[in-house]
């Protein structure tokens, strides 16, 4: 059995720093890419930032430059740095990590229940 959660979230003011983490537990073989979504109020969920085992790296337009997504697969841990966030960077962040499990041939993707994260004075 695979876990995944998130921790990190809160209030935080726009222009300061937040560092969400995600953890993933359970029978792993390889982890192939850990990810950040998110979902704002009342919208769809969206890619945030991806990290592949060979450290590849993928960010949606909007966070360039101010957020950093990065890795340890020693510890199945995937990290999201926000730097100067916005208040439209509110939502409910998910960790998503595709990893290969004891005895399984292929990956599939497991999913954290989320953190919060609200951007406000």
């Known amino acids: 059995q695979v876990q995944v959660v998130e921790s990190g979230g809160g209030l935080v003011q726009p222009g300061g720093s937040l560092r969400l983490s995600c953890t993933a537990s359970?029978?792993?073989?390889?982890?192939?890419?850990m990810g950040w979504y998110r979902q704002p109020p009342g919208k769809l969920r969206e890619l945030v930032a991806t990290?592949?085992?060979?450290?590849?790296?993928n960010y949606v337009d909007s966070v360039k430059g101010r957020f950093t997504i990065s890795g340890d697969n020693a510890k199945n841990t995937v990290y999201l740095q926000m730097n100067s966030p916005k208040p439209e960077d509110t939502a409910e962040y998910y960790c998503k990590q595709n990893l290969v499990r004891y005895g399984m041939v292929y990956g599939r993707d497991y999913w954290g229940r989320g953190t919060l994260v609200t951007v406000s004075s």
């Open positions: 990290i592949s085992s060979a450290g590849n790296i």
């Open positions: 359970g029978d792993i073989f390889r982890i192939n890419v």
